[in-house]
């Protein structure tokens, strides 16, 4: 089991940018895909981002072209960053890890371990 810890969410006025971090326990970081889901209140939580193992690197189409998700895993931590932020990107940020003997990189049902969420508010 991997424990995370998402930080880096703010307020942040739109057109604005934030880099979300998470940090991850464990000795085996390097082997596991990394993803970065949200939420906005009254939705479901969907897909943001993910990176595999090997640093294939996946986005929602709501975000391509203004995001980038990358992992060191030197210091157990990927990032997310968001660029050009909009209002509608505003909901809580979350970090999962998956075995990536897993299929699915950008299906929630595919990861085991989540943070617990940090708040990107965006502001118009």
């Known amino acids: 089991q991997v424990q995370l810890v998402e930080s880096g969410g703010g307020l942040v006025q739109a057109g604005g940018s934030l880099r979300l971090s998470c940090a991850a326990s464990?000795?085996?970081?390097?082997?596991?895909?990394m993803g970065w889901f949200r939420q906005a209140p009254g939705k479901e939580r969907e897909f943001v981002a993910a990176?595999?193992?090997?640093?294939?690197?996946y986005y929602a189409d709501s975000v391509k072209g203004r995001s980038t998700i990358s992992r060191d895993n030197a210091k157990n931590t990927v990032y997310l960053q968001l660029n050009t932020l909009k209002p509608e990107d505003t909901a809580t940020y979350y970090c999962?890890?998956?075995?990536?003997?897993?299929?699915?990189?950008?299906?929630?049902?595919?990861?085991?371990?989540w943070g617990q969420g940090t708040q990107v508010t965006v502001s118009s």
């Open positions: 999962a890890a998956k075995n990536s003997r897993v299929t699915g990189m950008t299906e929630l049902r595919s990861y085991r371990d």
């Open positions: 464990g000795r085996t970081f390097s082997s596991y895909d």
């Open positions: 990176i595999s193992w090997s640093r294939l690197t």
